[in-house]
C-alpha cells in the first residue's frame, strides 16, 4: 500500500516561509513525478510546481521566484520552500506522486493547511 505524508504546513505572517515536505513510502518501484497542488476554500485545486526524476521543474506563475520544490530520490521524498508567502497562498496544499508499484498511477496525501495571516 502506497502513502503519502505531508507535513510542515501551519500559520505564518505575511512575508514569512514555511517548507513542506511530503514522503511516499510502501512498495515503491519508481516515482516519475512528484508535486504540489494548493486548494483555496470556493476555488478549484490548481498546480503549485512539479519536477521530474531528472530534476526538471515547472513553476504557477503565481508562485515563481518565491516557492522552490527539490525531492531526494533516495528518500521519496519531495519538498516545497515557501519564501515571502502572501494572503492568497492560503490553502490546502496536496503533494501528488505518479508511482509505480505492478502499475504506474497517480497517488494524494491528505492535504496539508497554509495560513498566511496578513
Known amino acids: 500500500q502506497v502513502q503519502l505524508v505531508e507535513s510542515g504546513g501551519g500559520l505564518v505572517q505575511a512575508g514569512g516561509s514555511l517548507r513542506l515536505s511530503c514522503a511516499a513510502s510502501?512498495?515503491?518501484?519508481?516515482?516519475?513525478?512528484m508535486g504540489w497542488y494548493r486548494q483555496a476554500p470556493g476555488k478549484q485545486r490548481e498546480l503549485v510546481a512539479v519536477?521530474?526524476?531528472?530534476?526538471?521543474?515547472n513553476y504557477a506563475d503565481s508562485v515563481k521566484g518565491r516557492f522552490t520544490i527539490s525531492r531526494d530520490n533516495a528518500k521519496n521524498t519531495v519538498y516545497l520552500q515557501m519564501n515571502s508567502l502572501k494572503p492568497e497562498d492560503t490553502a490546502v496544499y496536496y503533494c501528488?506522486?505518479?508511482?509505480?508499484?505492478?502499475?504506474?498511477?497517480?497517488?494524494w496525501g491528505q492535504g496539508t493547511q497554509v495560513t498566511v495571516s496578513s
Open positions: 510502501g512498495s515503491i518501484g519508481s516515482i516519475a513525478v
Open positions: 519536477i521530474i526524476t531528472g530534476g526538471s521543474t
Open positions: 501528488n506522486a505518479h508511482i509505480t508499484t505492478s502499475i504506474t498511477r497517480s497517488y
